[in-house]
């Protein structure tokens, strides 16, 4: 089977920083687009920031120029470089993956569990 593991959340002070790590493991043969979103109570989860396989990445307007995401190929592994923290980013971050399992058969949308990024004023 297949797991997305996140890692990275906690307390940080407006103006801070965080790094948000996501680790995908179990049967897979490739992992196309990889994505980070974010939740608050009452609202629908929005895109933060995706990545392709070959590195193309796609922004929040909200977050552009203070969050970098990345990836490494090799370790299936994708990451949120979160700078410049305001308190209006406090929410839930999820990452997802597109993972094919073999080549035979469709990719499949999977997610973590999340983890809380609360940035205090």
């Known amino acids: 089977q297949v797991q997305l593991v996140e890692s990275g959340g906690g307390l940080v002070q407006a103006g801070g920083s965080l790094r948000l790590s996501c680790a995908a493991s179990g049967s897979i043969f490739s992992i196309d687009t990889m994505g980070w979103y974010r939740q608050t109570p009452g609202k629908q989860r929005e895109l933060v920031a995706a990545?392709?396989?070959?590195?193309?990445?796609d922004y929040a307007d909200s977050v552009k120029g203070r969050f970098t995401i990345s990836r490494d190929n090799a370790k299936n592994t994708v990451y949120l470089q979160m700078n410049s923290l305001k308190p209006e980013d406090t929410a839930v971050y999820y990452c997802?993956?597109?993972?094919?399992?073999?080549?035979?058969?469709?990719?499949?949308?999977?997610w973590g569990q999340g983890t809380q990024v609360t940035v205090s004023s």
């Open positions: 990545i392709t396989r070959g590195g193309s990445t």
């Open positions: 997802n993956a597109n993972i094919m399992r073999a080549y035979y058969i469709g990719s499949d949308l999977y």
